[in-house]
């Protein structure tokens, strides 16, 4: 192959080899297109980034609206756009919104600018409201005004709800809001709002400053507005209305609802300016429309408003069957204001009207009635220099209750600023007239009058508001002038009336008033007023200044005089609340505030009562305030005492419950203590003069009160306390009685807890107590003669205390208590613990218990009333009681020769003061007057006052003792009789007289009747019998001087009788009452002595018998010693020492040792100091025989006898012998014989009953 076919071969494959390779790179390019197409195609149906963006959603959501975002799903990519389901914002917990589909793609191009943005943002199914979307959008600060970017082009809205407070906006269609930028919107939507069809379409943008709507047309059902020009903040905009139905704008528009209008509205306007200067032009019509109700079937109208200019023109209108037209003009730009009116209404009824108005004058247009006829004006000219005329032809109109007929009248302007006003009715039958010169100028005064005569005050009431219910009757007159510039006017007026009678108020008689008012101040003047008020005397003057920037300040003044309380009551609820009574003078001022007044007053009254205190005089100070009464100082004299008070009286307004109420305090000085039933309205049982403090005032169901005091003579129904001092605090549901100490009976006494007060309707009678009261000291003679009249002569001192409940009317107690010590006349118990309960009719005794040093004694019983009488049941029982101490209250002298133990019991029942019962008394020992007994048994029983004991046994030194007594316990009385017999004479004289010197043997027999007043000795009247038998007196020592006469013996008797009485402390000697000597006695035969014996122990003592004269001395001693002895035992002194030494000049001498003789003689002087005088000896006589002084007879002890009624026999036989007698001269001897004899019968044959 030659060189050139080499290199054209090698070209060749040269070639080849660069076309493969431009081959090769086209197929690659192509494989490249191809690959980024099929990525691309790829890309756009894969889902990536989606992560990404729902973490950059939540971090911006959370750093640029402060919200918490769910996201259901995110799909799609960057290149087609993404989209979101069930997003859901919420903040703090509470969902803001929800959007059921959101989608979002990206503007390419604005990528590439580097400004990138979302060509669309789609939403589906919006749910959210205005406010949360509001509350969602960032809060940025604006840096300067020209427009920025919006990174959103275009917001498609579709089946979305929008809640606002025009309505719900439904986007059922599409709505498209493009955004240029934040100052540029291009609206094109279709919703529906409140059910109605709404469209907006349009441009909103910001040009040259201002807000501009361009072609803004907004669309309502079949109505529509289109708005152009500026918005703000300057207005210069045109607005074309064409068939809007004000209907449905009221249903997106709800405000426009309260202007009361339908109808369709068409016309045109323009408003220019802003502020003040806005300035507007246009015309329109309304028809078909209801205005407030009123139909208007055809108003057309024109207007130019402008600064300083008014131009208004309504055509011929007709509104229900009137007619209107007229035109209005004022160019207030002008120096004189220039005025044309033209104005033309006819047939104008208020019938038609009224209804209209009902809301706005709350239902008072209804009461108009009637009509005018015709009114035109005619006016034109400067404000100050109007022309023409106002006329109203004659019409009829009513309001309420006031009918005026005929009312005409005209007002015409002649040039002048004022026109002459003559207007005239008639209103039943009497003229009412309003004629003068009304000025509408500024410097030209108005002078008008008016006047009525005689008008029913009721028709006027009637059109008053608030007044429309009060019945009232009467005629008012009234008359008066209105004169002044304009806006500068005085009026001046004066009323008067006979008599006005309001009810349930009173009469007012005499009404005058006189006053004015300045329209310049806006002050009313009451020259003078004066009338007579249901019997009151009323005067008043001063101003008033009413104006609206002043304090409406008030300044009156007046007196009122014979102002009855109880007649005020319903103007005054306040006086009947506090139940307030009496007729007041006094003067009154108020001032302040016409909304806000103090009223004061002083005035007083003679006589009065608060609740129920009658108050003798009462004078007060008062002042009233923002619903507050004040009265300081309250005095008043009432209830036997003084008090100085302060009161203060709530009325609704100024309580927080919208009630009256009062608080009342003070301090009292010497008042009854039925000042509380005054405060209670009770009527319980007290009384007593007490000093202290009160307060008291109203309280939710009744009254709250408080008492503290000191009091003397104090009395609640039958208890007494001589003083009492204590706290007392009442409430409406109790009584809290704190401490009330006093002096009850000279005990101290004290008493606290409550009184529960009764239910409403109750009486306080049915109160319940809980109350605990104590005692000490309380004497018991007091209380039961206080309250127990019928138990007597029982003493002691009582410390006690108890528990007491039940009710006012009905009180109970329960109780224990010590009386120490408790005396019964003259016996005593050193302390009685006593258990009871009861109340006013029943004390019930449960356990008395004696404390005695040895044995017991207890009681128990009930007291209860019955019918009207107290009656009792008890038992009484006493074992091992030591008598000396149950007698500690005896006489001492008594008591010292008293004791013994004893038993006793008893059971009673029956009336207080005519107790029936039994009982007995029991002693196995018992010592009275020194005089020991022994077995001592004496039953008794009680009956009718009276207390018997009849069988009374005892043994008494060997001798019997048995009788009866009885005690009168209603007078106090006493009586009864005792026998003893056969006691020993000589331990009875040792028991009875133990420091007797000498001694008397013997038995005897005893038996005595007696009786007296309980407890005084002086009293005591009786008289008995006593004989000593066979017995011997020796040791006294007028018997030892004459033993030696007596042959050393004793002196001795066969029997000592006598009789005797006892009147008060006057022994009497009975006469016959004798000693009669043992057989052969050698010192006397016997000797008889009768007398008298004082209580002052004066003796006056008669004595005879027959006696050997040589003992005369010691028998004379023997009867001087048993003498004072028995005085003694009384006095209780019984050493008399020599009684008789000497008392007839020795021992008579040389008589023989039987010789006898019959000796009388009188003793006198006293039992301390006899006195024997007339000692008379007669002849001389020998005994010449030992026989028996005395025979037996019916007088034994064996063979007495009684009478029916048991009193004594006493039987006496005389005989006289005549026989020849021994011794002495014949007359001597034989009168001595006659007198010995007689004598010596007489004394055989004397019976004392023994």
Same mark, same amino acid.
């Given at each position: 192959m030659d060189k050139e076919s080499k290199n054209i071969e090698i070209k060749t494959v040269e070639e080849k080899k660069a076309s493969l390779g431009r081959r090769r790179w086209k197929t690659f390019l192509f494989i490249a297109a191809v690959f980024v197409c099929g990525g691309l195609f790829a890309l756009s149906k894969m889902n990536f980034l989606?992560?990404?963006v729902y973490e950059k959603v939540i971090e911006t959501a959370a750093e640029a609206i402060s919200s918490d975002v769910a996201i259901g799903g995110i799909s799609g990519n960057p290149v087609t756009g993404f989209k979101a389901e069930d997003v859901e914002l919420s903040r703090y917990g509470e969902r803001m919104l929800f959007v059921k589909n959101v989608g979002v793609k990206i503007s390419w191009p604005s990528v590439v600018t580097d400004s990138p943005k979302l060509s669309l943002l789609s939403?589906?199914?919006?749910?959210?409201?205005?406010d949360d979307l509001l509350e969602l959008m960032p809060k940025k600060e604006k840096k300067s005004d020209e427009p920025v970017d919006v990174p959103i082009e275009k917001v498609a809205i579709s089946d979305s709800t929008l809640r606002t407070k025009w309505g719900t906006i439904n986007f059922k269609k599409p =709505?498209?809001?493009?955004?240029?930028?934040?100052?540029?919107?291009?609206? *094109?939507?279709?919703?529906? !709002? @409140? &059910?109605?069809?709404?469209?907006?379409?349009?441009?909103?943008?910001?040009?040259?400053?201002?807000?501009?709507?361009?072609?803004?047309?907004?669309?309502?059902?079949? =109505?529509?507005?289109?708005?152009?020009?500026?918005?703000?903040?300057?207005? *210069?905009?045109?607005?074309? !209305? @064409? &068939?809007?139905?004000?209907?449905?704008?009221?249903?997106?528009?709800?405000?426009?609802?309260?202007?009361?209008v339908r109808g369709v509205l068409s016309g045109s306007a323009s408003f220019r300016g802003g502020g003040k200067n806005i300035a507007s032009a246009g015309s329109g019509n309304l028809h078909d429309a209801v205005v407030k109700g009123i139909p208007i079937s055809d108003l057309q109208t024109k207007w130019d408003l402008k600064p300083g200019h008014i131009a208004v023109e309504v055509g011929q209108g007709k509104v229900f069957d009137s007619v209107l037209s007229g035109k209005l003009t004022i160019d207030g730009a002008s120096a004189d204001k220039y005025m044309t009116l033209a104005a033309d209404i006819k047939n104008f009824k208020f019938a038609d009207w009224s209804p209209q108005f009902e809301k706005e004058t709350k239902g008072q247009a209804l009461f108009l009635k009637g009509g005018i006829s015709s009114l035109s004006a005619e006016l034109e000219g400067p404000i100050n220099a109007l022309k023409g005329r106002i006329d109203l032809s004659p019409s009829d109109l009513s309001y309420r209750e006031i009918k005026l007929k005929g009312l005409s009248g005209s007002a015409v302007f002649d040039g002048r600023p004022a026109g002459d006003l003559d207007i005239s009715a008639t209103a039943e039958g009497k003229r009412v007239a309003l004629k003068g010169l009304l000025s509408l100028g500024d410097k030209v005064p108005t002078d008008v009058a008016f006047s009525v005569e005689g008008y029913p005050i009721e028709k006027v009431l009637k059109c008053l508001p608030g007044a429309d219910k009060a019945a009232a009757s009467g005629a008012v007159s009234l008359k008066g002038t209105c004169r002044g510039l304009t806006g500068r006017w005085v009026?001046?007026?004066?009323?008067?009336?006979?008599?006005?009678?309001?009810?349930?108020?009173?009469?007012?008689?005499?009404?005058?008033?006189?006053?004015?008012y300045s329209a310049t101040d806006k002050k009313f003047t009451l020259a003078r007023s004066s009338a007579e008020f249901n019997g009151a005397k009323l005067t008043a003057s001063g101003t008033a200044l009413l104006g609206e920037s002043q304090d409406k300040l008030l300044d009156f003044k007046g007196a009122f005089r014979d102002a009855d309380a109880k007649r005020l009551y319903q103007l005054i609820p306040a006086l009947k609340a506090l139940d307030i009574e009496g007729v007041a003078s006094g003067r009154w001022s108020a001032s302040g505030q016409l909304s806000s007044p103090v009223v004061k007053a002083d005035f007083s009254m003679p006589s009065g009562q608060f609740r129920r205190l009658r108050l003798s005089r009462f004078n007060t100070k008062a002042e009233y305030s923002e619903g507050v009464m004040r009265l300081d100082p309250m005095k008043a004299e009432g209830c036997g005492g003084r008090g100085i008070l302060a009161c203060e009286i709530k009325l609704p307004k100024a309580s927080a419950d919208g009630r009256t109420s009062w608080k009342l305090g003070g301090k009292v000085a010497g008042v009854d203590l039925s000042i509380v039933n005054g405060l209670l309205k009770t009527s319980e049982d007290i009384s007593g003069k007490v000093t202290g403090e009160i307060t008291a005032g109203s309280a939710p169901g009744g009254l709250e009160w408080a008492l503290g005091f000191d009091g003397e003579k104090v009395r609640w129904r039958e208890f007494r306390a001589d003083t009492l001092k204590g706290v007392i605090e009442g409430a409406p549901k109790e009584i809290l009685i704190k401490k009330a100490d006093g002096i009850f009976l000279n005990g101290e006494t004290s008493v606290a807890g409550k009184i529960i007060m009764p239910p409403s309707g109750e009486p306080f009678s049915n109160a319940k107590l809980v109350l605990s009261a104590s005692?000490?000291?309380?004497?018991?003679?007091?209380?039961?003669?206080?309250?127990?009249?019928?138990?007597?002569?029982?003493?002691?001192?009582?410390?006690?205390?108890?528990?007491?409940?039940?009710?006012?009317?009905?009180?109970?107690?329960?109780?224990?208590?010590?009386?120490?010590?408790?005396?019964?006349?003259?016996?005593?118990?050193?302390m009685m613990d006593v258990k009871c309960h009861g109340s006013l009719k029943e004390i019930v005794i449960g356990d008395a218990r004696a404390l005695l040093h040895d044995g017991t004694v207890k009681a128990s019983g009930r007291i209860y009333e019955e019918n009207g009488k107290w009656l009792s049941k008890f038992s009484v029982a006493g074992e091992n009681v030591d008598m000396k101490q149950f007698g500690a209250y005896l006489p001492q002298d008594f008591r010292a020769r008293f004791g013994g133990t004893a038993n006793f019991s008893m059971n009673g029942s029956g009336e207080l003061s005519k107790l029936t019962g039994t009982g007995s008394f029991t002693a196995p020992e018992l010592r009275i007057m020194g005089i020991e007994f022994k077995d001592v048994s004496a039953p008794f029983f009680v009956s009718q006052n009276y207390m018997m004991v009849e069988d009374l046994h005892s043994e008494m030194n060997g001798g019997?003792?048995?009788?009866?007594?009885?005690?009168?316990?209603?007078?106090?009385?006493?009586?009864?009789?005792?026998?003893?017999?056969?006691?020993?004479?000589?331990?009875?004289?040792?028991?009875?007289?133990?420091?007797?010197?000498?001694?008397?043997?013997?038995?005897?027999?005893?038996?005595?009747?007696?009786?007296?007043e309980i407890g005084r000795a002086s009293t005591v009247r009786g008289g008995g019998a006593v004989k000593l038998h066979d017995g011997e007196i020796t040791s006294f020592d007028a018997i030892e001087t004459a033993k030696k006469y007596t042959g050393g013996k004793p002196l001795r008797f066969h029997s000592v009788q006598a009789t005797f009485t006892y009147d008060g402390g006057d022994i009497n000697i009975l006469p016959g009452s004798q000693a009669t000597a043992p057989k052969n006695d050698?010192?006397?035969?016997?000797?008889?002595?009768?007398?008298?014996?004082?209580?002052?122990k004066e003796l006056h003592l008669f004595s005879m018998g027959k006696v050997n004269i040589r003992a005369l001395n010691s028998l004379m001693g023997a009867f001087g010693s048993i003498a004072d002895a028995g005085s003694d035992i009384i006095s209780g002194k019984v050493d008399s020492g020599e009684l008789l030494h000497n008392v007839v000049g020795g021992v008579i001498t040389g008589l023989t040792r039987k010789e006898f003789r019959f000796v009388t003689l009188n003793v006198g002087g006293t039992t301390e100091k006899p006195d024997f005088y007339n000692v008379k000896v007669q002849g001389t006589t020998m005994q010449t025989s030992a026989k028996e002084s005395i025979p037996t007879s019916n007088s034994d002890p064996d063979e007495r006898s009684l009478t029916k009624e048991g009193n004594t026999t006493f039987r006496f036989k005389f005989e006289i012998p005549v026989g020849p007698g021994n011794g002495g001269s014949a007359g001597d001897a034989a009168k001595g014989q006659v007198v010995g004899q007689t004598l010596e019968n007489l004394l055989k044959n004397v019976d004392f009953g023994l």
């Open positions: 989606g992560d990404l939403v589906e199914g919006l749910d959210a409201s205005l =709505g498209v809001v493009k955004i240029r930028n934040s100052q540029d919107f291009r609206l *094109d939507i279709a919703a529906v !709002v @409140a &059910s109605r069809d709404f469209t907006a379409s349009g441009a909103v943008a910001k040009r040259g400053g201002s807000w501009r709507l361009d072609k803004f047309r907004l669309g309502l059902e079949g =109505g529509s507005a289109e708005l152009s020009g500026a918005l703000y903040p300057s207005a *210069d905009m045109t607005i074309n !209305v @064409a &068939s809007l139905n004000i209907s449905d704008l009221s249903e997106i528009l709800p405000e426009l609802k309260g202007y009361g009026v001046d007026a004066a009323a008067s009336s006979a008599a006005i009678t309001l009810q349930k108020v009173g009469a007012l008689s005499n009404v005058n008033v006189s006053g004015s005692v000490s000291k309380l004497n018991v003679y007091e209380l039961l003669r206080r309250h127990l009249p019928a138990v007597r002569s029982i003493q002691g001192l009582i410390e006690a205390s108890a528990d007491v409940g039940g009710t006012l009317s009905a009180p109970t107690f329960e109780g224990s208590g010590r009386i120490a010590p408790l005396r019964c006349r003259g016996f005593m118990l050193p019997k003792l048995s009788g009866g007594v009885g005690f009168d316990l209603k007078d106090n009385k006493w009586g009864g009789n005792l026998t003893v017999m056969s006691s020993d004479v000589e331990a009875l004289v040792k028991q009875a007289a133990p420091n007797l010197k000498g001694n008397i043997t013997g038995l005897g027999d005893l038996k005595i009747r007696g009786g007296g050698t010192v006397y035969s016997y000797m008889m002595l009768d007398g008298f014996i004082s209580r002052k």
